[in-house]
């Protein structure tokens, strides 16, 4: 939804509020996303304690996005009715406290169920952060702050879970590892809450005279988004690309924990280090989708991140590596150029847009990401890649079909 204020331009690029907002939001995506995924680096440790199958330890991840993706429609009228920055911060408190509460979970359900709340309590971050930014912003500039903010939140689910795994190594205890994650998480929360400018793109509902009111309710503006064949085709970009990129992260520390690699867990842990590559490649394409378009951007990342899935079936881990690193770039270029567009396609119902893109994003992330655990069950790890391969196809053939005439 846009500010009533039809004069507001948004913060120009470079000034004090502009960089202000990306560094504050830099610390909700770390805050976010270090709690979200804190449990993949460690989920060999997890199906160990519990005595459970890897797709079993994999919903520790999924039910965390599975939970965020039923929320994230919540928050957003919760966000139009309340305001943007309001709802972030009780977001973070509420999603940093289930954190701490989950770490006593003494069954694996019982895990599972807490992990689903903290996902849901998380869910009042992504897509508010993108409204946040698209009514805030100099419009000119949003594709390539959307991207600096998915850079943010690269380095947030590289730090949870390179700090997991890793101290999950040094102590013998995953569960110390998960906690280290969600006291950073806490700090973070407190850094947001501290430097978080006050909107000004945005009234929220409750302020607002009768005569400023929306003239739709919040589900007719969700019921707008789905009707238009180009929101629909990115939804499914970011159903089909996430879900890809969970699935490859939540089994590769199987294959690599086993034989013939046998690899300690603190050392797999360090191959999340290629989440830095999201922190240039997030940028670099939305400079290069200001420049040459969003949809031919969009496109070579689908086709980088099926080559770099191809190489990860090579047999020496340092060629594993470089595929993984490959598949990252492609999956963070592709999710910024994504996020970006659905935000700006519409200038009513922004905070809808982006949660339902949001909702499908981790839709997939919980769907695949579980359900690929049976394709690595039943053809190993050629099995997990070519799932891949048809889920980046699909994002490919679609973008191309839909988003061109859009």
């Known amino acids: 939804m846009s500010t009533p204020a039809a004069s507001w331009t948004g913060h120009p690029q470079g000034s004090r509020a502009y960089r202000r907002i990306l560094v504050c939001l830099f610390f909700s995506g770390l805050a976010t996303f270090a709690q979200l995924y804190s449990t993949q680096a460690v989920l060999p440790d997890i199906a160990t304690e519990y005595?459970?199958?890897?797709?079993?330890?994999?919903?520790t991840v999924s039910a965390a996005t599975l939970g965020m993706a039923a929320s994230v429609l919540i928050w957003a009228a919760v966000a139009d009715r309340y305001g943007r920055v309001p709802t972030m911060i009780a977001s973070l408190v509420l999603a940093t406290l289930c954190g701490f509460l989950g770490l006593l979970a003494p069954a694996i359900w019982t895990l599972i169920i807490a992990r689903a709340l903290e996902g849901a309590a998380l869910g009042g971050v992504p897509g508010i952060a993108v409204a946040y930014l698209s009514e805030?912003?100099?419009?000119?500039?949003?594709?390539?702050?959307?991207?600096?903010?998915?850079?943010?939140?690269?380095?947030?689910?590289?730090?949870g879970r390179v700090i997991a795994g890793s101290m999950s190594g040094f102590t013998g205890s995953w569960r110390l590892g998960v906690l280290t994650v969600v006291t950073v998480c806490a700090l973070s929360t407190a850094a947001f809450i501290v430097l978080v400018p006050k909107a000004k793109g945005f009234v929220p509902l409750r302020r607002r005279s009768a005569a400023e009111l929306p003239?739709?309710?919040?589900?007719?503006?969700?019921l707008e988004n789905l009707r238009d064949p180009g929101q629909m085709a990115l939804y499914?970009?970011?159903?089909?690309?996430?879900?890809?990129?969970?699935?490859?992260?939540?089994?590769?520390?199987?294959?690599?924990?086993?034989?013939?690699?046998?690899?300690?867990?603190?050392?797999?842990?360090?191959?999340?280090?290629?989440f830095f590559i999201g922190t240039v490649t997030s940028p670099f394409a939305g400079r290069a989708a200001e420049r040459f378009g969003r949809l031919p951007v969009?496109?070579?990342?689908?086709?980088?991140?099926?080559?770099?899935?191809?190489?990860?079936?090579?047999?020496?881990?340092?060629i594993?590596?470089?595929?993984?690193?490959?598949?990252?770039a492609g999956f963070f270029a592709a999710h910024s150029i994504c996020s970006g567009w659905v935000g700006v396609r519409h200038q009513t119902g922004r905070a809808q847009a982006s949660s339902l893109y949001n909702l499908f994003y981790y839709t997939g992330s919980s769907l695949l990401g579980w359900f690929a655990g049976?394709?690595?069950?039943?053809?190993?790890?050629?099995?997990?890649?070519?799932?891949?391969l048809l889920c980046t196809a699909v994002a490919a053939l679609t973008a191309r079909t839909v988003l061109r005439r859009s």
């Not at 005595?51 to 919903?59: C, D, G, I």
């Not at 003239?215 to 969700?222: H, I, L, M």
């Not at 690595?376 to 050629?382: H, K, L, N, S």
């Open 320 to 328: 594993i590596w470089g595929g993984l690193l490959i598949f990252t």
């Open 215 to 222: 003239t739709t309710t919040a589900w007719q503006r969700v």
């Open 236 to 274: 499914l970009q970011g159903f089909m690309f996430m879900g890809s990129f969970v699935a490859v992260y939540n089994y590769l520390g199987f294959r690599l924990t086993h034989a013939p690699y046998n690899l300690p867990i603190e050392l797999v842990s360090l191959l999340f280090v290629t």
């Open 374 to 388: 049976y394709w690595f069950r039943v053809g190993a790890w050629p099995g997990v890649v070519l799932l891949v």
């Open 51 to 59: 005595r459970v199958t890897a797709a079993t330890s994999a919903l």
């Open 298 to 318: 969009l496109l070579s990342a689908a086709g980088i991140m099926a080559v770099g899935a191809l190489i990860t079936l090579n047999g020496p881990v340092w």
């Open 136 to 159: 805030e912003l100099d419009h000119r500039h949003i594709a390539s702050a959307a991207a600096i903010f998915v850079s943010g939140n690269s380095v947030g689910g590289l730090a």
